[in-house]
């Protein structure tokens, strides 16, 4: 494409996103600023000498999220049609299947640990199979006496798949976060589920593996279970993503995602945007799962101390 209409391009998008922020997101005293922010650099035609999409992408995305830190606020480049419903799902759909639904890795550890490498929480109604596999796993894990849930690659995802999960840890149905919604301007909630099929992985331990990249529904994830003192949680502060929100596609080649809702903790009446979900250890994201490993094995040994009929679980 060249120069002129991509300079044409980002003008459109600029424009057009200062109409869907003053109109969608949750803040409206915060669009207002940063739509001032945005006239001020068209005035000044900031956007427009870039010569990429990327380059565009992270000019814009400085600057909206320059205002009150909402790392929410992106754009996503894999837009090929103004399509917004079917040619989204269907792509959402394609890539979904393509990285498993999330899981990455699910496996028995030495000691009888189990681990999930959970990359990405889908959202069950658009991908019934995400369920299906998420199922799957917790039974995989079911009989393991420690389990470990890496989220240091974690990018979010739906508040309902992560209460799927968290019921194959929780005793009886828990309210796990508050949702409340701009445009219909009422407040939402989300439980564990009363029943979940297989086996539920009850007093024992389970750690949560986290870095700076785990966002916005993974955070959602280890902040209950850490608030609910139903797992550790290791390694970094996480991203700070709070706000849920809906992608907008403004050009064939760039959407917008836009928080216009906000997340309210059952258990603290806030949230972890900006600061993150603080561990319960703090390491590194390289060293977390080598001390997660170290914490399981120490308290299954402690379990089984004496009982010379499960020491094969600690050999080689």
């Not at 940063?34 to 006239?39: A, S, T």
């Not at 103004?82 to 030495?110: P, T």
Request: glycine content about 6%; aromatic content about 12%.
């Amino acid at each position: 494409m060249d120069h002129l209409s991509l300079k044409s391009e980002f003008h459109h998008f600029v424009i057009r996103s200062m109409d869907l922020l003053r109109a969608n997101y949750v803040f409206p005293d915060a669009a207002e600023e940063i739509c001032g922010h945005l006239e001020k650099r068209m005035k000044d035609g900031y956007y427009f000498d870039a010569e990429t999409y990327e380059e565009f992408k992270k000019l814009f995305e400085h600057d909206i999220q320059s205002i009150n830190g909402d790392k929410h606020l992106h754009i996503w480049l894999q837009g090929e049609s103004d399509d917004e419903s079917e040619k989204m799902i269907e792509e959402y759909k394609r890539v979904a299947e393509k990285n498993n639904f999330g899981f990455h890795k699910v496996e028995r550890l030495a000691g009888n640990i189990g681990y999930i490498d959970l990359r990405v929480f889908y959202d069950m109604d658009t991908v019934p199979e995400a369920s299906e596999t998420a199922i799957s796993a917790m039974n995989f894990v079911g009989h393991s006496d420690a389990l470990i849930i890496d989220l240091r690659k974690n990018m979010g995802g739906s508040a309902f798949m992560v209460a799927l999960i968290a019921s194959y840890l929780l005793k009886e149905p828990t309210h796990i976060e508050s949702f409340y919604n701009r445009s219909d301007d009422k407040t939402s909630q989300v439980w564990t589920l009363p029943y979940v099929p297989g086996r539920l992985f009850l007093e024992k331990p389970v750690f949560i593996l986290t870095s700076m990249k785990t966002f916005s529904a993974g955070e959602l994830f280890a902040y209950a279970l850490k608030h609910l003192g139903r797992a550790t949680v290791i390694g970094e502060s996480t991203g700070g993503g709070a706000q849920p929100g809906n992608y907008h596609q403004v050009t064939p080649k760039l959407r917008l995602f836009i928080p216009s809702g906000r997340s309210i903790s059952p258990f603290t009446g806030d949230n972890w945007e900006r600061q993150g979900v603080l561990p319960d250890f703090e390491t590194s994201a390289e060293e977390a799962l080598h001390i997660a490993r170290d914490m399981a094995l120490d308290k299954i040994k402690e379990k089984y101390e004496g009982r010379k009929e499960y020491q094969f679980l600690f050999e080689d």
